[in-house]
Each structure stands twice: as structure tokens, then as C-alpha cells.
């Protein structure tokens, strides 16, 4: 992971949001690890992290993951209506955005 993370970084040590994408991945996967190892610290960071990042145009899988960890860390600290907002929003437009990729796909074929 830490290897993965540098090669997302510039020559100062910070995060290049040039690569804003990749960075996003890569704090998913964090979250997941962090998730697993019921990290609550080191997971509040990622989160942090995932959603500072401007640059990127993420997977809605992606994006579902992060979006769950926020949801699930407002739900932690008592913030119900938070992280309710977080949890079912996002899924919510995620599904939209499935059903138009896939009429996209769809008439994409017939062309």
C-alpha cells in the first residue's frame, strides 16, 4: 500500500492530484483495510483523505465504498441523520447512475 501511495505522491511527499483517481482507489482500499481492522483512527484519515481529493472522477463502486465508511463513522459517533443522508443518497444516485450506463451500453450496441 505504501508503494502503491507514493507513486500517487509529488517530489515534496504530498499527494499529486494529478492523479486523482488513483488516489481515490487507493484510499478505498485503505478504508476496506482499515475497516477490517477496526482501525477507527487511520479510518477517519482515509475518509478525510478520499473526499479532499477534487481531481478525480471515481467509480461509483468506489465511491459507494468511501460514502459507506462516512456514513458508517457518522452512525459510530451518533450523528444518525448524517449518516443515514450519506449511506442512502449515495446509493441512490449510484443506482441511477447504473440504470444510464447501462440504456448508454445498450444503444451503444445498436450502433
Given amino acids: 500500500m505504501k508503494e ?6 509529488n517530489e ?3 499527494d499529486d492530484q494529478k492523479k486523482g483517481s488513483q488516489l481515490v482507489d487507493i484510499y478505498a482500499l485503505e478504508i476496506q483495510m482499515h475497516t477490517e481492522t477496526k482501525d477507527i483512527n487511520k479510518l477517519k484519515e482515509s475518509h478525510r483523505k478520499a473526499l479532499d ?3 478525480a472522477i471515481p467509480h461509483p463502486r468506489i465511491m459507494g465504498i468511501i460514502q459507506e465508511c462516512g ?3 457518522h ?3 451518533k450523528e444518525w441523520d448524517q449518516g443515514t443522508y450519506r ?6 444516485l449510484s443506482a441511477k447512475l447504473w440504470i444510464l450506463i447501462s440504456i ?4 451503444h450496441r445498436f450502433l
Avoid: D, T, V, Y
Avoid at 502503491?4 to 505522491?9: D, I, P, V, W
Avoid at 449511506?87 to 441512490?92: A, E, R
Fill in 87 to 92: 449511506i442512502s443518497f449515495f446509493f441512490f
Fill in 53 to 55: 481529493i477534487e481531481s
Fill in 4 to 9: 502503491l501511495h507514493r507513486s500517487c505522491q
Fill in 71 to 73: 456514513g458508517k463513522l
Fill in 75 to 77: 452512525m459510530k459517533e
Fill in 104 to 107: 448508454f451500453n445498450s444503444i
Fill in 12 to 14: 515534496k511527499g504530498e
